[in-house]
């Protein structure tokens, strides 16, 4: 079956300038996170959402990154004005309560040049 | 909050030789533990995941981890290292089985032939 897909794979972008990732997680999963995994900072929680629950925003490290997840399936982060220490592979995942495991996708790796 | 630790950033074993991958963590309420596995270029695959009940969890390529409450600890072994097994292992832990994941810093392992 369809695994967690990302786009794109690969993003390289000026510094400044505002980014979009997408995530289509598993189909019928109601959980969806954002993870980041950088050099410097390892693997860092940024963002869940939960079905129809208020997001945990709780990781984003600036107001500067936002994530929505429209019709409880697709989501997409959004970095405005993107710096180079957002450079970075952006990693979405989802779940299901009754699963008690995330299935990760295979990431989006951002360059700010 | 949740934290993980894992002692050793880089572990380098023979084939055939015991595995041994050292994860600690803090959780004020009973974890939820994994443990994942990177190859190169490759996003995260769960290898095996402590919930509730049966303490020595078994996950796939020959891997287990055994929780122990006493030491807050969640260490990976395999009994006999392959040249397959070389990648990056992170320990997560978690709060449910749906809640976000805390990650170690990762353990890169090599086997030697």
């Known amino acids: 079956g369809a695994g967690v897909s990302q786009s794109p794979s690969n993003k390289v972008t000026e510094k400044g300038k505002d980014v979009e990732l997408r995530c289509d997680p598993i189909?019928?999963?109601?959980?969806l996170y954002w993870y980041r995994q950088s050099l410097g900072q390892g693997l860092e929680f940024l963002i869940y959402f939960q079905g129809n629950s208020a997001p945990d925003k709780s990781g984003l490290p600036s107001d500067r990154f936002s994530a929505e997840r429209t019709g409880g399936s697709v989501s997409t982060l959004t970095i405005q004005r993107t710096q180079q220490e957002d450079s970075a592979v952006y990693l979405c995942?989802?779940?299901?309560?009754?699963?008690?495991?995330?299935?990760f996708g295979p990431g989006t790796r951002l360059t700010v040049t | 909050a949740q934290s993980v630790t894992q002692l050793g950033s880089h572990v380098s074993v023979s084939e055939g030789a015991l595995v041994l991958l050292r994860c600690n963590y803090s959780?004020?309420?009973?974890?939820?533990l994994f443990w994942y596995v990177q190859y190169p270029n490759q996003g995260l695959q769960l290898l095996l995941k402590?919930?509730?009940?049966?303490?020595l969890v078994k996950g796939i390529n020959g891997f287990e981890a055994e929780f122990k409450k006493s030491e807050t600890s969640f260490h990976l072994t395999k009994p006999s290292a392959h040249m397959s097994d070389a990648a990056e292992y992170f320990c997560?832990?978690?709060?449910?089985?749906?809640?976000?994941?805390?990650f170690g810093t990762g353990t890169r392992l090599q086997v030697f032939p």
């Open positions: 402590y919930t509730t009940g049966a303490t």
């Open positions: 959780s004020s309420v009973p974890p939820y």
């Open positions: 997560a832990v978690s709060e449910g089985g749906t809640d976000k994941l805390i």
């Open positions: 189909s019928g999963h109601t959980a």
């Open positions: 995942a989802s779940s299901s309560p009754n699963l008690n495991e995330q299935y």
